[in-house]
C-alpha cells in the first residue's frame, strides 16, 4: 500500500519570495512515481511536476522544482517568486509500480493551503 | 486548459436515486481514471479504464460503476445514492503505453454532486 503524508495544512508567504511545501512516501514498490498538482478554488486539479523514483535529477518545471530525497522518502515542491495566482490547494500524489506499466492509481495526501500575500 | 471536460458541472440528487456523471478525454488519451474528492480531502481512486475496461479499481462498493467508449468518453454511475456520496467528482485521461513509463494524468474541472 502506499500513504502519502502533507503536515502542512496551511502556509503562507509573501510575493516573490520561495516556499516549500512538504511531503513524505511510504511503499514498499520498488519503482514508483511522485507528482504535484495544483487546485484552485475552481476545482480543476493541475499537473504541475514529476519525479520518477530511478531519475537521477531532481525535476524542474520553471518556476517549481522537486526535491526528492529518496533515502527519507520526501518528495518536498519549491515554489520559486511566488505570485498572487499560486494561491491554491497543492497536492502531492504517488503512483507505483511505472516501470511495468501497471496500473495508473494515484494516492493523494490531503493537501497544503498556500496562501500568497503583497 | 487540460482538454478533459466533464458534465455536468454540478447536480442534487436524493438518497436512493441513481446518477451519470460524463467525461470526454484529452484527444489521443486512452485511459480514464475516476476519482472522489471528499470536502477538506485528498482525491480517492475509484477506478480506471483502459480500452473499454475497468483496469483496476479503488475500495468502492459495485454501485459505483462506469463505462468507457471507442471514442474514449468515459461515464461514471452511481447507483442507491447515500449522503456520504456529496463530493466533487474528478475525471482524469492519461496515454498509458505498454510498458511503463512517468504517464501524466491530466484532471477536468469535476462534477460536485450534492445528495440530500
Known amino acids: 500500500a502506499q500513504k502519502i503524508t502533507q503536515t502542512q495544512p496551511g502556509m503562507f508567504v509573501q510575493e516573490k519570495e520561495a516556499v516549500t511545501l512538504d511531503c513524505t512516501y511510504d511503499t514498499s514498490d520498488p519503482s514508483y512515481g511522485l507528482f504535484w498538482y495544483k487546485q484552485p478554488s475552481s476545482g480543476e486539479m493541475i499537473f504541475l511536476i514529476y519525479?520518477?523514483?530511478?531519475?537521477?535529477q531532481n525535476a524542474t518545471e520553471g518556476r517549481y522544482s522537486l526535491n526528492f530525497q529518496k533515502a527519507r522518502k520526501s518528495a518536498n515542491l519549491v515554489i520559486s517568486a511566488s505570485q498572487l495566482g499560486d494561491s491554491a490547494m497543492y497536492f502531492c500524489?504517488?503512483?507505483?509500480?511505472?516501470?511495468?506499466?501497471?496500473?495508473?492509481?494515484?494516492?493523494f495526501g490531503t493537501g497544503t493551503q498556500l496562501k500568497v500575500e503583497l | 486548459e487540460t482538454g478533459v471536460t466533464q458534465s455536468p458541472t454540478h447536480l442534487i440528487k436524493t438518497r436512493g436515486q441513481q446518477v451519470t456523471l460524463r467525461c470526454s478525454s484529452q484527444s489521443g488519451h486512452n485511459t480514464v481514471s475516476w476519482y472522489q474528492q471528499a470536502l477538506g480531502q485528498g482525491p480517492q481512486f475509484i477506478f480506471q479504464?483502459?480500452?473499454?475496461?475497468?483496469?483496476g479499481r479503488g475500495n468502492f462498493p459495485p454501485r459505483f460503476s462506469g463505462l468507457q467508449f471507442p471514442n474514449y468518453s468515459s461515464e461514471l454511475n452511481v447507483n442507491a445514492l447515500e449522503l456520504d456520496d456529496s463530493a466533487l467528482y474528478l475525471c482524469?485521461?492519461?496515454?498509458?503505453?505498454?510498458?511503463?513509463?512517468?504517464?501524466?494524468?491530466?484532471f477536468g474541472a469535476g462534477t460536485r454532486l450534492s445528495v440530500l
Open positions: 479504464y483502459y480500452r473499454e475496461e475497468e483496469n
Open positions: 500524489a504517488m503512483r507505483a509500480d511505472i516501470l511495468t506499466g501497471g496500473g495508473n492509481k494515484l494516492t
Open positions: 519525479q520518477g523514483s530511478y531519475d537521477q
Open positions: 482524469a485521461s492519461s496515454l498509458v503505453k505498454a510498458l511503463g513509463g512517468g504517464n501524466i494524468q491530466y
